[in-house]
């Protein structure tokens, strides 16, 4: 647990706002400011704060999809994936899910094609679902199902780091309690390192070991989760907490 497989040191990214004018001089916004954390191997680091704040800019920019920025991402790792929000719109719907879960595995291996069949085949028993679902297409899928399908197209790589940015906030809350089951039993089995997104409080203290809050860009307070859940020290966790009748 104390090998430290994500280091952020003062990261920084600024966008230019439009302006009305094609003439006028574009204003720069700052949405991430001087954000500096570590994740152990083998924990699940959750990152909170409200919608707006942040969150989803610094998963895009650990994963190499934001380019603009000032600051150090270092990692001993190497494809980091992520899981998304909605999980039909990360999905192409005219490609069947055994399309989904070789892709990976097509763009960053070798493996031939009864390889990459049976890796397909564990990887979806692995989410809880049958080898049947491969022939199935998004739309023949429920909510909770196409999300197990994008965790399990992450996982076909066998990346050490997930990035699960905001993954049952789409669902409704049985289904949500099934796909955190899952990915905590994932945690275990796998030995997944995971950064966990979100702006439910409740689903944090859920699954999480350790807690960052993030308030317009900057990390305001982080800890143990009990410890910033039962004894936070900024008024802004506080209000969260109380808004959320914690």
């Known amino acids: 647990m104390d090998n430290i497989i994500l280091s952020v040191k003062n990261l920084n990214v600024t ?31 959750g990152l909170l ?39 039909y719109g990360s999905l192409n719907p ?26 397909s085949v564990e990887m979806i028993q692995k989410v809880g679902l049958t080898p049947e679902f491969l022939d199935r297409y998004p739309a023949e899928l429920s909510g909770g199902q196409r999300q197990r399908i994008c965790i399990a197209q992450a996982l076909m790589v066998q990346p050490q780091i997930l990035i699960a940015d905001e993954p049952v906030s789409a669902l409704d809350v ?33 699954i999480c070991d350790r807690v960052m809050v993030m308030k317009s860009g900057q990390i305001v307070e982080s800890g143990p989760v009990d410890e910033v859940y039962f004894s936070p020290k900024e008024e802004y966790t506080k209000q969260l907490l109380s808004s959320a009748g914690i």
């Not at 707006?52 to 000032?70: D, E, F, R, V």
């Open 94 to 119: 005219s490609r069947t899910i055994r399309f989904h879960l070789m892709e990976p595995l097509k763009m960053r291996t070798n493996m031939s094609r009864a390889e990459m069949e049976e890796r």
């Open 174 to 206: 049985t289904i949500q309690a099934q796909i955190l089951e899952l990915l905590s039993s994932l945690h275990k089995e796998m030995g997944l390192t995971i950064l966990f997104i979100s702006h439910d409080l409740r689903v944090v203290y859920q």
């Open 49 to 87: 704060g409200e919608s707006g704040c942040g969150k989803s800019t610094l998963a895009k920019t650990i994963l190499g999809l934001n380019k603009q920025y000032s600051g150090e991402i270092l990692t001993s790792v190497t494809y980091p994936q992520m899981v998304f929000q909605d999980p």
């Open 15 to 45: 966008f230019a706002e439009q302006t009305g004018s094609v003439f006028s001089k574009r204003k720069e916004h700052s949405v991430l400011k001087d954000v500096s954390f570590s994740v152990k191997e083998g924990e699940i680091l």
